[in-house]
């Protein structure tokens, strides 16, 4: 292991190093916990660190841009990679020990194997992005494997996936607590994400709508009415303020993601969006509550 | 956990107690085996819980009998249930703890998680066994995850199984070193199968030819002789034998299992077959060592 360049938080390349820094903490009672992330850091990757401090002794946070959760035609080789700036933010919010394994470490010649999610990975970010959660289901498997922590903070910004998460740490039995993070947003509205970055000035005034956009939606829905047409008035409303595709606008049972055409009584519901302003896809959701008595 | 019907050997049939149990192992410094089984045991799984007690100081042996890793044609229902024999060979070899969960406890509601290993799978039984090697490959996950134990026992008999174990063992990171356990066989030749007892008496002297036809092949094989007409002539004396059909006769890669012309010389290779005598489906394999010098 290595100090990272621009600040004091050691880096493990290696899984044997990485190993034996968990064994150590464990050795001591320490409990640990892990936030994995593809880098390029923002104050909603760090606020899961926090979350990960206030429930683990110890915090390690990964770095690995994957290449398995890419399909062909996205931006796998310009997806925004900045580790020495990574590293010093980690160590400014406490974090103790970055992974950052490289490509061949993670998937050496001859890996063969791949953890399917059915059900939470189908329809939605599922049907745009082919192989998608396929790619995310086993790099976390592996990412879990590799660090066996307590606990394991994702972000609710990709909610699919975090439900996809859910779903294999049950599945397979991985001796691991799930968190969840609340969505770190700018003050207009928007979802902090590492793919924000890609955004012009002009389109970074258009981005905004989406979670405008949905709240509004969100607000109809608990009302209870129908949800076709809401999301319908509500895709031509995101057209309208610029976006140039909306790949789904939806709302969905909380933890299955089953579709929804109503705001359930008895039942968390969701609301979910993919849309693209130039050529970058963003992507948000917000819970649909209940409202107590209406249902 | 309560102790088993016929003997002193404690049952585990809830993740927590088994849990607990391996916890208590580990807080006291000692090493844990696992030996995963469908039940019906013999000398063979016998001979893997031995293997097991030489490499930890705890084994626990598991009884689930998979239904995901039977086709729909197969012999799930009929397949031989025994807990209570089976619970005291296990007390008699010195085993520590029995595993027996059901198949709820197994595959809770909403269950949707598939492991899938490429390569090692295809071919041989997963030509003839859809499905089957990603019923194996799910199940040992989720075994080896609720044991987490320092190391784990399959036997040899079932060598593709047995590969596509240490490929997802290695692909998926989980921290536990793989053992195989030699073949055990009756003094005519033929392996030991929970299957045999399938066999009526006239198919019983038919069924240690595999192994007879198969050691013949063998030895061709091993001075360098060219697969395919050892292996069709080998076919033809299984069913001369009186074997119903052959499904493979295969010469491969004895860790890949791809296919080879001829046993190389630099590299080991494995003799495998699936044949069935009647309606019962019969496996095998044998190495075939490269013979020194020989090129």
Redesign the interface.
Known sequence: MSDAPNGPLPVARD?GDL?RAVAAWRAAGLRVGLVPTMGALHAGHLSLVTLALARADRVVASLFVNPTQFGPAEDFAAYPRAEAEDAAKLAAVGCHLLYAPDAATMY?A???????????SRGLCGDHRPGHFEGV??VV??LL??V?PDVAVFGEKDYQQLQVIR??V??????VTVVGGPTVREVDGLALSSRNAYLTAEERTIAPALYRVMTECGDALQQGLAAGPVLEAGIRRLVAAGFAEVEYLALRDAE?LAPLDARPADRPARLLAAARVGRTRLIDNLPVPAVAGSG
Chains 1, 2 share one sequence.
Request: hydrophobic share 40%.
């Open positions: 899984t190993r050496p001859g890996f063969a194997t791949t953890v399917t999610v059915e059900g939470v289901a086993t498997t592996k494997l590799r066996l779903r294999l049950a599945d397979l039995d991985l001796p299955t």
